[in-house]
């Protein structure tokens, strides 16, 4: 069974920093890309970042020059470094892993971020 873990949420004051990690299990796991989304109240699921397994890197304009999402591929772990983070990052974050070739998802269960002073 797959499972995603995510781990590194938490509350955080404007301009401060917070580390996410995703892990997938088993690992032996043949995963393609690997990216975060996040959902904040009232709000629909929106990518945040993406990583494919050659480390192809895409980002939502509005994390650009702040988030920088990297991966472990033995490991079967991606984590998102956010950095001067705000408000409007308030979200849960979800990890999301596509295998390489079935094309099947996979969701993490969800951590909380939340920025405020």
């Known amino acids: 069974q797959v499972q995603l873990v995510e781990s590194g949420g938490g509350l955080v004051q404007p301009g401060g920093s917070l580390s996410l990690t995703c892990a997938a299990s088993?690992?032996?796991?043949?995963?393609?890309?690997m990216g975060w989304y996040r959902q904040a109240p009232g709000n629909q699921r929106e990518l945040v970042a993406t990583?494919?397994?050659?480390?192809?890197?895409n980002y939502a304009d509005s994390v650009k020059g702040r988030f920088t999402i990297s991966r472990d591929n033995a490991k079967n772990t991606v984590y998102l470094q956010m950095n001067s983070l705000k408000p409007e990052d308030t979200a849960v974050y979800y990890c999301?892993?596509?295998?390489?070739?079935?094309?099947?998802?996979?969701w993490g269960q969800g951590t909380q971020v939340t920025v405020s002073s």
């Open positions: 999301n892993a596509v295998l390489r070739y079935s094309g099947a998802y996979y």
């Open positions: 990583i494919t397994r050659g480390g192809y890197t």
């Open positions: 088993p690992s032996t796991l043949n995963i393609n890309a």
